[in-house]
Nanobody, 129 residues
């Protein structure tokens, strides 16, 4: 059974930084896509970043490019999201998600939400003064 647990959320001032962690169990990083998504109150869940674990290759939504960095530590079965220069618009519940093994890289590159059958419970990020 695949399980994902997010951590590292909290409250931060605009311009600050946070690093989110996604610990994965019952899962093998082999031709898989792991992604971060976020959902603000009253809005749909939106893509943030994905990582294709074989190489790895990384992909970002335009709203976070050059501010956020997704990375992995295969030995720890963990994926990270480093968030810098945070804005109020980044306030949301952040979710980690994982694809099945053998996922197509082009779908990972497109940050397709339907690629991910496994989801964590989420961690709250609040950016305010």
């Amino acid at each position: 059974q695949v399980q994902l647990v997010e951590s590292g959320g909290g409250s931060v001032q605009p311009g600050g930084s946070l690093r989110l962690s996604c610990g994965v169990s019952g899962y093998v990083f082999n031709s898989t896509c792991v992604g971060w998504f976020r959902q603000a109150p009253g809005k749909e869940r939106k893509e943030v970043a994905t990582i294709y674990t074989d190489f790895p290759h990384t992909y970002y939504a335009g709203s976070v490019k050059d501010r956020f960095t997704i990375s992995q530590d295969k030995a720890k079965n963990t994926v990270y999201l480093q968030m810098n220069s945070l804005k109020a618009e980044d306030t949301a519940m952040y979710y980690c998600a994982a694809s099945t093994t053998g996922a197509k890289e082009w779908r990972c590159a497109n940050l397709e939400v339907t690629l991910f059958p496994y989801w964590g419970q989420g961690t709250q990020v609040t950016v305010s003064t």
